[in-house]
């Protein structure tokens, strides 16, 4: 379970990112949190991920409050938490099997282990035949399936997607989401930060609405928080 | 960390060879500041061997007292073993001292004629000191015994002096231009590698997003500094060895009244000590110079 509680993030220019945020995520959920450009849905994405670190409140993840983990354990709290960008952020240097593997080999995984598991998720994703490919070889949607698989490689308990559709045309935006359905199909708690209204609205999934570092809605349906 | 080490030796060795422009210009940029810095040791060190050299050449000569007796000549030789900045002691009988003159007056027979059995050549000591800056305290202690068992005392003070001096103001110019140079060294490698670095920040950052550690992320990068370092110190250590061997060579040939090791530092000399702090010096340069520039790339 996600519990964020009295959330508030001021950067040092005085801007407030976020304020009292407060919300609860149960295992197994697929929840949007939607909003507009500086809203603070990737200020609260990377809170969560603990690359900023928030000015006031809590964010427990899996029990584990994550504003009181030390550094050197934050490489370990990762590992359990997939992460998706809108601009995929592939290793143009390595290939498409290469570049899900290396999520394997940086948490220290056996090779035979990692030689089994990537045909597998390359086949879920639906690129089973563009493992050789390099990224410049893709189309957007591609490399967005090879950053998909990247994050569940090493089967996370929740996955982070940072507007993973916003480079995409409303075709490859759609199979993203249906293999973010599948992957929440398998238990995974999936969150995404977006601003497609189309897509929020055909997936009816839950919604929190940020506006201006606030929740304006948290609920069932599509993106119109204002109706 | 030992599980992971073929997978960094292997990341390293891919990186060097796709980055193969910039891992050449590395290693170009390690070795000419690496030949730069050989060049100025070899030299440095040459002129403090030649200094060295001309020091040891410069020692004392003590004459002993016409009236010493032998018994008591023995003992004042054991007074002058018991001082310690004394390296070496050649005694020199008056038979010896004869000959030697002999040898100076060659050629002009007349001069030592008929003065074989009573000539004026007094018995000696030439003293050799562990080094020249003891030279003013040894004649001190001698000069106590000139008037007894010493007529006189023969010591190129002034000159000595000098070399002291200049061998002084040497070693303190190489220290300066050595440190100099290593830092600047050590400036240029920071600043090829953070270009390397910079160039893949992006892939850092993804390494850390999927919860690679510090260290884990770090090891590529320093294998890959290591190498640079090394391979950028044995190129300038090879060529100048080979360089330095030859035009020794050369001047020896050329030049046969040199004896071997008397003018110029001998090459296995030099790179006894060469060899291994350049190797030191080339990883040294490699590790320090891959972690600073990766330090400020692993806050993600």
Known sequence: MIEVINLNKVYKNGAVALEGINFKVEDGEFVFIVGSSGSGKSTLLKAMLKEVNVTKGIIIINGKDINKLKKGKIPYFRREIGIVFQDFRLLPNKTVAENVAFAMEVVGAKKSEIRKRVPQVLAMVGLQNKRKAYPNQLSGGEQQRVALARAIINKPQYLLADEPTGNLDPNNAMGIMSLLEDINGTGTTVIVASHAKEIVDVMDKRVIALENGRIVKDSKGGYNYNV | ?300
Request: hydrophobic share 45%; glycine share 6%; net charge negative.
């Open chain 2, 1 to 300: 960390m030992f599980n992971n080490i073929w997978y960094f030796i292997k990341e390293a060795g891919v990186n060097l060879f796709r980055n193969r422009l910039m891992t050449l210009a590395s290693i170009l940029t390690v070795s000419s500041s690496t030949l730069i810095l050989i060049i100025f040791f070899i030299l440095a060190s040459n002129i403090n061997y030649i200094l060295s050299n001309f020091e040891n050449s410069i020692g004392m000569t003590v004459y002993v007292s016409e009236e010493l007796s032998s018994e008591e000549n023995l003992k004042f030789y054991d007074k002058l073993l018991e001082i310690e900045t004394i390296s070496e002691i050649v005694y020199v009988s008056k038979k010896e001292a004869f000959e030697k003159a002999s040898d100076i007056f060659k050629g002009n027979d007349n001069v030592l004629k008929g003065l074989e059995s009573d000539h004026p050549f007094p018995r000696s000591y030439e003293i050799t000191l562990t080094s020249s800056e003891y030279g003013e305290d040894v004649y001190k202690i001698l000069k106590e015994y000139e008037g007894e068992e010493l007529s006189s005392i023969k010591y190129a003070q002034s000159e000595t002096s000098a070399l002291i001096i200049i061998n002084g103001v040497i070693q303190l110019i190489s220290i300066v231009l050595i440190g100099g140079l290593s830092f600047i060294a050590i400036v240029i490698i920071m600043n090829t590698i953070t270009m390397a670095v910079n160039s893949r920040k992006n892939e850092i950052n993804i390494m850390k997003y999927v919860g690679a550690t510090n260290s884990f992320v770090r090891w590529p990068f320093l294998l890959e500094g290591i190498f640079i370092g090394i391979v950028g110190s044995v190129v300038p250590l090879i060529s100048s060895f080979l360089v330095y061997n030859e035009i020794l060579d050369l001047i020896y040939k050329k030049l046969p009244m040199i004896e071997y090791g008397s003018f110029f530092q001998p090459v296995e000399d030099v790179f006894e000590i060469l060899l291994p702090s350049g190797l030191m010096l080339g990883f040294l340069l490699g590790i320090v110079g891959s972690a600073t520039s990766i330090k400020k790339h692993l806050n993600v």
